[in-house]
């Protein structure tokens, strides 16, 4: 398992991102992610699970590299990915800390929908198994995270939706799932549900 490991170019500046209400509400929802164990860390140490919110344009605050076994995160925590690009594996923020080893995923998000305002990604084994048994979208299970052509694959299905809030399985991406929507709640909201269907006889 590779999981947590930054595949992209980073470039990186100290600085602090700007506190909104919006990042309130996405920490509080992370933090009720990682207590039903959807955010942690694995036994050999590597951490799963990212959130994020749109700013501006393609900007976006996102959780940053390291942080997924802390329960309650800090201002100090995320990062500002100011821009990135999938075509040249590059992502650059502004933060105390890198940013989450799935930013691009995140960004690819935000630039194939404008009215995305919130990612969620999250790992449960039960879920993902459910998700990829019954037809939930996915994407291709050969193209691994982190990289340029998962930020590509991820594109390609958000142009194809047309409602929000979504929710894929990464097939190639094990127990990988992620939602995401206009706001922070649907996405979480629609978590849940599939989390209580996918544990449902």
Not at 141 to 169: E, K, R, W
């Amino acid at each position: 398992m590779d999981d947590g490991y930054i595949k992209f170019r980073s470039e990186r500046r100290d600085g602090a991102v700007t506190v909104s209400a919006m990042l309130h509400e996405l920490n509080q929802t992370r933090t009720s992610l990682f207590d039903l164990s959807l955010i942690g860390v694995y036994a050999n140490g590597v951490g799963y699970g990212n959130l994020s919110v749109r700013t501006n344009g393609s900007q976006f605050i996102v959780t940053a590299s390291a942080t997924g076994g802390i329960r309650t995160l800090g201002n100090e925590h995320y990062c500002l990915v100011e821009e990135f690009s999938a075509d040249q594996n590059y992502v650059r923020s502004v933060g105390p800390l890198p940013a989450s080893s799935e930013a691009m995923t995140h960004g690819a998000i935000y630039a194939a929908n404008p009215t995305v305002r919130c990612v969620i990604h999250v790992h449960c084994r039960q879920m993902f198994n459910y998700c990829l048994a019954n037809g939930h979208l996915t994407t291709p299970a050969n193209i691994p995270y982190g990289t340029p052509s998962m930020a590509h694959a991820v594109s390609t299905l958000v142009v194809a939706q047309h409602a929000l809030p979504v929710l894929f399985a990464m097939a190639g991406h094990d127990e990988g799932i992620v939602a995401y929507g206009a706001d922070v709640a649907s996405p979480h909201t629609l978590l849940l549900n599939e989390l209580h269907r996918s544990k449902t006889p």
